[in-house]
């Protein structure tokens, strides 16, 4: 079964540090990687995505960049607060072939901002 | 206004029955997908359908059917439960099969006994 390798499994965070988690890509056929954020309880939700051809994008406190010679994208989280505290999954759309909108997620990683 | 709704929230049944799970998307959207995340909440796609065709279909037993009565419902029936079928089940939608914005449901928690 594929699998998309995302780091940490787990990070905790003091309220006001830096969350970084961390995703290997295989390929950039499709153009549209997203990350998703899923709070107990409730079903995952975008929380930001990149096109390849762009090395950065910022949404308020939240980051994605890409690192093509290290095939990653990275999710940083600035000034990481107590409600940030959820499961993150990357999301890569090639990881499965060519079919399309079939999304292969990372294993999730469970962050929790201290206050 | 809920986006993907998805019936009911919480399922617990009895090894060996059949159960259905419904799932609606009010945003206009042509395609549709069912998700199982289990305990470890590794989230693995299951089906998908765009405009009412089966465009994803992967290793699931053949105990799972999707179906799709239109495009805005995609519901899952189970034959046979098993143990190793508890696990919460998403239901999603996208504006078509290459948008990979994928809106989910609140998700039904499936416990067979």
């Known amino acids: 079964q594929q699998q998309v390798k995302q780091s940490p499994q787990s990070l905790i965070v003091q309220k006001g540090g830096i969350s970084i988690i961390n995703c290997a890509y295989e390929?950039?056929?499709?153009?549209?990687f997203p990350w998703y954020q899923q709070f107990p309880g409730k079903g995952p939700a975008l929380l930001i995505a990149i096109r390849p051809d762009v090395s950065e994008k910022k949404e308020g406190r939240f980051t994605i960049s890409f690192n093509k010679s290290a095939k990653q994208f990275s999710l940083h989280i600035m000034d990481s607060q107590p409600g940030d505290s959820a499961t993150y999954f990357c999301?890569?759309?090639?990881?499965?072939?060519?079919?399309?909108?079939?999304?292969?997620f990372g294993q999730g990683t469970i962050l929790t901002v201290h206050p | 206004d809920t986006a993907v709704s998805q019936t009911p929230k919480y399922l617990v049944t009895q090894m060996g029955n059949d159960k259905s799970i419904k799932c609606e998307q009010n945003l206009g959207h042509d395609t549709m997908y069912w998700y199982k995340q289990d305990s470890k909440k590794f989230l693995k796609i299951m089906f998908s359908?765009?405009?009412?065709?089966?465009?994803i279909n992967e290793t699931v037993p053949n105990r799972f059917s999707p179906k799709s009565p239109d495009k805005a419902h995609l519901n899952l029936h189970i034959n046979s439960l098993e143990l190793g079928d508890s696990a919460v089940y998403f239901c999603?939608?996208?504006?078509?099969?290459?948008?990979?914005?994928?809106?989910f449901g609140p998700g039904t928690r499936l416990t067979v006994l």
């Open positions: 390929n950039t056929a499709f153009d549209y």
């Open positions: 999301a890569d759309p090639n990881a499965g072939g060519t079919s399309y909108g079939k999304l292969t």
């Open positions: 999603a939608s996208s504006q078509d099969r290459s948008e990979n914005t994928q809106y």
């Open positions: 359908y765009n405009n009412k065709e089966l465009i």
